[in-house]
């Protein structure tokens, strides 16, 4: 269990590569959201309301494999699934970081590149970023920040 984290082109498709790839063991990005939090590149935002089966008159059941909805349930589930989809996309239009819940949780949130170069902004004029990157130890935090790096230069990424 863990967090598969990828880059997305500015298409939304996720780009191929490994290099567009980063997992994160589920111990492993309490530590990194801490260290993002300490550099300022976090901003604590309330998690979205998803939209509910009920509100489009679906159920389950209207989900499941081999379901043949008829045309009026089929529409109704292509509206649910827009909906979705926009909560997942969803980001604040003038960002000052990356929301934490996009991170802290893997339902496919957009972390979008405004968010990603507000956040690299925030840790890149902090005063011990000199020091954040150093080839010593773990080099698990070298490789994140390269990682967003490359996001900010794509489409964003998305955590699953």
Do not use: C
């Amino acid at each position: 269990m863990g967090y598969d984290i990828y880059i997305q082109t500015p298409d939304g498709k996720p780009a191929e590569g490994d290099e567009n790839y980063f997992r994160f063991a589920i111990t492993a990005m309490p530590r990194t959201l801490d260290a993002m939090s300490n550099f300022g590149m976090l901003v604590d935002l309330p998690i979205p309301s998803y939209p509910t089966l009920a509100a489009y008159g679906l159920k389950r059941e209207d989900f499941q494999p081999g379901a043949k909805p008829d045309q009026a349930t089929a529409t109704r589930i292509a509206e649910y699934r827009a909906a979705y989809q926009a909560v997942t996309d969803a980001a604040e239009p003038d960002p000052t970081g990356i929301p934490a819940y996009k991170l802290a949780w893997s339902d496919g949130f957009l972390v979008t590149v405004a968010e990603i170069s507000a956040a690299l902004a925030t840790y890149e004029a902090h005063p011990q970023v000199e020091i954040a990157e150093m080839p010593v130890g773990d080099p698990t935090w070298r490789r994140w920040i390269a990682f967003l790096r490359r996001a900010r230069a794509h489409g964003g990424l998305r955590t699953h």
